[in-house]
Nanobody, 122 residues
Framework: VQLQASGGGLVQAGGSLRLSCAASGRTFSRDVMGWFRQAPGKEREFVAGINWSGRSTYYADSVKGRFTISRDNAKNTVYLQMNSLKPEDTAIYYC????????????????WGLGTQVTVSS
């Protein structure tokens, strides 16, 4: 089972990035999927979650209105569109699978990818 996150990089404040997370090794089309992030010296925090169909999503207050999570079950892939990026969004972003919808703790998800670095300059 593997979750491969990609799409991170360096962007100026106010810019946008789109993260992708490709899953392999099993079918995740029935799973709740999520994105978390971890900044240096801080604990991993929840960013966004999506139910199996993609029709229901939930977000951390800090990203609501700026980030959008979506999925393509045919491609076993989940996305995170990040707009209006701020320096405080700088972190390693991780995708996670097989979670509990509505949960925001990392222990609520069973599968994790290695993460992709997002750096937002001011």
């Amino acid at each position: 089972v593997q979750l491969q996150a990609s799409g991170g990089g360096l962007v100026q404040a106010g810019g946008s990035l789109r993260l992708s997370c490709a899953a392999s090794g099993r079918t995740f089309s029935r799973d709740v999927m999520g994105w978390f992030r971890q900044a240096p010296g801080k604990e991993r925090e929840f960013v966004a979650g999506i139910n199996w169909s993609g029709r229901s999503t939930y977000y951390a207050d800090s990203v609501k209105g700026r980030f959008t999570i979506s999925r393509d079950n045919a491609k076993n892939t989940v996305y995170l569109q990040m707009n209006s990026l701020k320096p405080e969004d700088t972190a390693i972003y991780y995708c996670a699978a097989d979670g509990t919808y509505g949960a925001t703790t990392s222990t609520s998800y069973d599968y994790w990818g290695l993460g992709t670095q997002v750096t937002v300059s001011s």
